[in-house]
């Protein structure tokens, strides 16, 4: 029960302790209000597709092709007369004037020689598939939020009609005429 002091000439005053009450009972309500508040939590979709790039190295066995350039030489001294051949040259020798006249020559060819080669390939992949679809689902509420919720609710009302009070009595009753 509330007691009021009253005084003929203003309006009723309220005791210290009432005072205290009311202000504790605002600060709890504001703090359920906090604590009651919903908040929107939103993840980002997961995507397992990745692009890749896959690069491997491994040795290639190839030909090479080398062209071998045609090179004469000739060569004079004092000796008997030879003549020499391979794949790649001819040599021909011959007296002279009491020298030996010798000139080699390589033929115009070209060599094919097996080479091992490092050769490093490189393959891409790339996802192809479209994004996933979000399908949103309405998830029902856990008894606590619903319980907060409703609580939530209860103190805004009750803030409201504590200062619909408050209000009244202090600016709205003082200034009604008394019996």
Known sequence: ??????????????????????????????????????????????????????????IAHVTATINLPSEVKEVVTRDTASHLENTFSKSDAAIRSGYLYHSLETKPQTIHVPVSVPVSDTTAFYSEKPPPEIIEVEKPLTQWQSFFLVLGRLTFFAILIYLAVAAITKWILPKLPRP
Request: hydrophobic share 40%; aromatic share 6%; charged share 20%.
């Open 1 to 58: 029960m509330t007691t009021f002091i009253h005084d003929d000439n203003g309006p009723p005053e309220m005791e210290p302790w009432q005072h205290a009450v009311g202000i504790i009972a605002i600060l709890v309500c504001v703090a359920i209000l906090l604590l009651s508040s919903c908040c929107v939590c939103k993840q980002q979709p997961r995507s397992d597709y990745r692009d890749s790039v896959v690069i491997r190295q491994r």
